[in-house]
């Protein structure tokens, strides 16, 4: 039961549901988007928010903050009926907003007259803040700590109206004075409170500039009220050395040094003290002035300062690097050059100028600002040092990740719970983000490109030379390389696999055999880095990567051939294609309109497939729905451990969005997500290939039953320029005119071809291309000639790409090795994620989320170039639309180089800007 209690929507839905570490926030209050970032505040858009506080249905939000972010509002909004704002972790939502997940709208404001004004108020009146920065609720009474003010004001009541004055103020003796008693403080004193809490009739200030926190036993109810008691001092009149270049490290359990934050669970009390880098636990309510706490979190001991203490070094050792010992981080990442254990510079032990500490269900939240995370302790610590159980803001605990990302953190300032929903303030981020638990089952990068799901590192090793028994070949992989003073190279580490020629052998048998010792190492299951195919045709050991994404790019390739004995020479010869495996990318960074694969593991109580022959895709199918940013997704397919889902098109205008899956059992029990990151990105295109083929077998298709040739117009356009096509004898040119482009050039040799009686000519989508394409149907069309040229010391480059026109296949029938793609041949490939389109009529109405491209569009090209590689050289894109009756699939044309040679696994990918597609691979023989 303890599950409903904490978790008020988990009798709804399913009790396994938690927090986890590195999850997005599921809801943002203060921005359009996660990532706006928008300084124009209003009752909509925060500043660099700070404080915050949950009671009575209410948000309570300090909108100003002291580590310089920007802007600073100087007042306090609430967010009354709260839970009339923020939809439920179980609740369906509406596409009613560009984000639906962006909530929140305050009610009141206090400090100032209304929400667009953000006036500093230098005079201190009742109703005037400069600079508040914590704020505190109990239902009843709000108090604010008007830090620049040196004050905290107290209102007996929740205010109902803007800018209603406060009823009493503590920390001056009135409502217009501002002034300190010196550097020697008193019960009745304040200086830059930077924290407030109410629990249980007692209110509590964090003293910040005097190195203390003040409690006192009741609510003060009239001006200038004296505390009952001080903590970090010995009592209310210590002298503060206010340089804090000449302050002492006085640390010790009864010490505070800029204590930011303090907060009580009714039987703790918990003091954030930010200059000595922890967090202080006092298991009971201090009754006495100087009381000493039981429990550092943050440090290995009471006497402890240092910011992320993960490990020490001997000052005196001269070991070179210095040898590590644990502090906190007791968990080795690795080794040094001498082979001593190193240790992290942070980890879930350790914080950095912590902010705020909140404990709820018995849980600890406590705000690790310098380190941009939240960590969370599953039970209030008893000993110190404890390490935490999750950490949000953060994928892990030795990872500062700090950005505007829905999964990211900006020095985090202060935390609420409202029983549901954990509320961070992500100052320099200008917004408020809400966290709720749920099932953890989409791991961290769990929604992928569809088409590429992985963009796996590749790498070769090509043989050659000649058969002499005797000769070996030995390829590490995962080894490391060293040479020394008389150049010698050394391998160690890794995994070897030798094989010796035998007089018998033929460069086909020895890259099977080697593929074979690959794949059968570690009883059969092979190498743990790589997988080898061997490529008759071209004498290669193909390795691809079982290391996901960019892993694989460092994988070591080491190849060694040795002898058949010292008096000969080896005439075997074995080459890497680098000391590394190489094109190993990032498919969890998205582009609007892709088609992605949210994987994971129980994510849906159904499996079930959309009807494609729809003009819509549903938006919830067998009662499962994923959400982007609060939009209902369209879905493709459905199943526990995948869920395809289309991107919508309108998310091009951020960088980061939240995803998470909500699906219905039968029964109406309700499973919701914890919330993932997704990385928004202008373009990442993936290639669709045959499932289970290793190496990625490509989904390619013979384009044209036509014979084909492409010419290609580059350079730039100077009047008097003349550029020619021929066709077999006849020649078609064009003079260049004054304001020509490259496109006018080609458009106007492109209407000129068209009136020969054996080619047509169109232009190309991509680049500045003219192809060509014979009249006659089938391979009479082949081997007619054709030559492009331009006039002497012309600026326009005219090259033929080929010199007759072929390749005519039976078109749309697939690519196969009984069916091989040829050189110069057009292909079709189809992909998704390329991005934005612009259409060529500006017709943008019909690119519409969830809804197929309509058949007879026009033809569409992406926003972001692109460009292609197949088999090693470029293949020219003739263009790249949006294909007709689909949703967002791109159907890419390609001129295949006219001197490919033959190779059964000719690797061909994609790529727009700094992007790379997967790689898939298409039989390509000559002489077809």
Not at 582 to 611: E, M, Q, R, W, Y
Not at 707 to 733: K, L
Request: hydrophobic residues 40%.
């Amino acid at each position: 039961m303890k599950c409903i209690s904490i978790f008020l929507f988990c009798a709804a839905a399913v009790c396994a549901a938690d927090f986890t570490t590195g999850q997005a926030a599921r809801l943002v209050i203060g921005q359009t988007t996660f990532t706006s970032q928008d300084s124009n505040s209003s009752d909509t858009i925060l500043g660099a928010a700070s404080g915050i506080a949950y009671a009575a249905d209410t948000l309570f939000v300090a909108d100003s903050n002291r580590v310089g972010a920007s802007p600073s509002n100087h007042r306090v909004l609430l967010y009354q009926n709260l839970s009339g704002m923020l939809p439920r972790p179980t609740d369906p939502l509406t596409y009613n907003s560009k984000c639906p997940a962006c909530v929140g709208q305050a009610t009141l404001v206090l400090g100032q007259p209304d929400f667009t004004t953000a006036t500093l108020n230098f005079a201190a009146t009742s109703t005037s803040l400069r600079l508040p920065t914590a704020v505190a609720s109990d239902g009843v009474h709000l108090v604010v700590g008007d830090t620049d003010h040196n004050r905290v004001l107290i209102w007996n009541r929740i205010p109902t109206t803007n800018n209603a004055p406060a009823d009493v103020v503590v920390g001056q003796p009135n409502f217009t004075s501002t002034s300190l008693p010196g550097n020697i403080p008193n019960a009745k004193s304040m200086r830059g409170p930077q924290g407030v809490w109410i629990q249980n009739g007692r209110l509590y200030v964090a003293d910040t500039q005097n190195n203390r926190v003040l409690i006192f036993n009741r609510i003060p109810t009239s001006n200038g009220a004296a505390a009952d008691v001080v903590l970090g001092q010995p009592d209310f009149t210590t002298f503060v050395e206010p340089d804090l270049t000449q302050q002492k490290n006085n640390v010790a359990a009864n010490q505070l040094l800029n204590p930011v934050a303090v907060s009580s669970d009714g039987v703790h009390v918990f003091v954030t003290d930010l200059g000595y880098n922890r967090v202080l636990i006092w298991n009971s309510i201090p009754t006495a002035n100087g009381q000493a706490a039981d429990v550092a979190v943050g440090q290995p001991d009471l006497v402890s300062s240092i910011a992320n203490n993960a490990f020490s070094t001997n000052p005196t050792d001269t070991t070179v690097p210095p040898i590590q010992t644990p502090v906190l981080c007791t968990s080795s990442n690795g080794t040094d050059t001498n082979s001593h254990p190193t240790y992290p510079n942070s980890c879930n032990a350790t914080v950095s100028f912590p902010r705020f500490a909140l404990a709820a269900g018995n849980r600890l939240f406590i705000a690790d600002g310098g380190n941009d995370r939240v960590l969370l302790f599953n039970n209030i610590p008893t000993t110190n040092g404890a390490s935490a159980d999750m950490v949000i803001g953060q994928i892990g605990g030795s990872v500062n990740q700090a950005s505007d990302a829905a999964d990211s953190l900006r020095t985090p300032m202060s935390l609420a719970w409202d029983g549901t929903n954990l509320y961070i303030s992500d100052s320099y981020n200008r917004r408020i983000t809400v966290y709720s638990v749920g099932e953890n089952t989409v791991p961290y990068a769990g929604v992928r490109n569809a088409a590429s799901l992985d963009i796996t590192a590749r790498g070769r090793v090509t043989i050659t030379g000649a058969i002499q028994a005797a000769d070996s070949i030995d390829i590490n992989i995962g080894g490391t390389q060293s040479t020394d003073s008389a150049g010698k190279v050394t391998t160690t580490g890794g995994a070897d696999y030798k094989y010796t020629v035998v007089a018998t052998d033929t460069i086909g048998t020895i890259v099977t055999a080697l593929a074979a010792l690959i794949n059968a190492a570690n009883s059969n299951v092979g190498d743990t880095n790589v997988y080898g195919t061997p490529d008759l045709a071209t004498g290669d050991v193909l390795l691809t990567s079982r290391k996901p994404g960019t892993d694989g790019n460092a994988i070591t390739v080491f190849v060694t051939v040795t002898a058949a004995s010292s008096a000969t020479l080896a005439q075997i010869v074995a080459a890497a294609s680098g000391s590394t495996l190489s094109g190993g990318g990032d498919a969890a960074a998205i582009a609007p309109g892709s088609i992605v694969s949210v994987l994971g593991t129980n994510l849906s109580f159904h499996t079930a497939s959309a009807d494609t022959t729809q003009n819509a895709l549903p938006t919830k199918l067998g009662g499962t729905q994923v959400y982007f940013n609060g939009i209902p997704a369209p879905l493709v397919l459905v199943s526990p451990e995948k869920v395809n889902a289309q991107i919508p098109w309108e998310l091009g205008d951020t960088t980061s969005i939240n995803a998470y899956v909500r699906s219905e059992s039968d029964d109406g029990t309700v499973m919701v997500t914890t919330p993932v990151a997704v990385t928004i990105v202008v373009a990442n295109p993936g290639i669709y290939s045959q499932p289970d083929t290793v190496p990625s077998v490509g989904i390619v298709y013979h384009a044209s039953s036509y014979a084909s040739g492409v010419v290609s117009v580059d350079g730039s356009a100077t009047a008097g320029d003349t550029a020619t096509v021929g066709i077999e004898d006849r020649g078609y040119t064009y003079t260049v005119q004054t304001g020509d482009t490259l496109d006018a050039i080609r458009n106007a040799l492109v209407n000129l071809i068209n009136q020969d009686p054996k080619v047509t000519a169109t232009p190309s989508g991509e680049f500045d291309r003219i192809l060509l394409t014979a009249r006659v149907q089938g391979p009479e069309g082949n081997g007619l000639p054709y030559t492009a040229s331009a006039s002497s010391s012309a600026t326009v480059i005219m090259t033929p790409i080929g010199t007759a026109l072929c390749c005519a296949a039976i078109a749309n029938s697939k690519v196969t090795p009984q069916s091989p793609a040829v050189p110069g041949e057009l292909i079709y490939v189809y992909a998704t994620g390329l991005g934005v389109p612009v259409l060529n009529d500006g017709n943008k109405d019909l690119i519409q989320t969830g809804i197929q491209y309509p058949a007879g569009g026009p033809v569409t090209t992406p926003a972001s170039f692109v460009n292609s590689i197949a088999g090693g050289k470029t293949a020219d894109v003739i263009s790249a639309t949006l294909l007709p009756g689909s949703v967002g699939l791109y159907q890419v044309l390609l001129h295949l180089n006219p001197d490919l040679p033959t190779d059964p696994f000719s690797q061909l990918t994609i790529a727009q800007d700094i992007y790379v597609s997967n790689i898939v691979t298409l039989p390509i023989v000559t002489g077809q």
